[in-house]
């Protein structure tokens, strides 16, 4: 089995930064792709970043420039810096391992950006 955790959450003003974690574990290998997505209240869960095994990243245009993904392999963990934040980033972020074909979820964890 595959777990995924995700931390550091919280409130921020807007224009200032945070850094989420997600760690895996279980039947995973280093290989594994890894994203980040995010959800608010009626809307459909949206890719916000996302890291492949060579460290090769790819990013929503919403966030690009301003959020950065990377991955710690020997700890199983991937990051994602959120800087310059705004008051539209505001959602659940969830990150996600592939594999065999399929995601394996986190709980979420809420940021909030007070405007």
């Known amino acids: 089995q595959v777990q995924v955790v995700e931390s550091g959450g919280g409130l921020v003003q807007a224009g200032g930064s945070l850094r989420l974690s997600c760690v895996a574990s279980?039947?995973?290998?280093?290989?594994?792709?890894m994203s980040w997505h995010r959800q608010t209240p009626g809307k459909q869960r949206e890719l916000v970043a996302a890291i492949g095994s060579g460290s090769t990243s790819t990013y929503a245009a919403a966030v690009k420039g301003r959020f950065i993904i990377s991955r710690d392999n020997a700890k199983n963990t991937v990051y994602l810096q959120m800087n310059s934040l705004k008051p539209e980033d505001t959602a659940v972020y969830y990150c996600a391992l592939f594999r065999l074909g399929r995601n394996y979820w986190g709980q979420g964890t809420q940021v909030t950006v007070s405007s």
């Open positions: 279980g039947s995973i290998t280093t290989v594994n792709a």
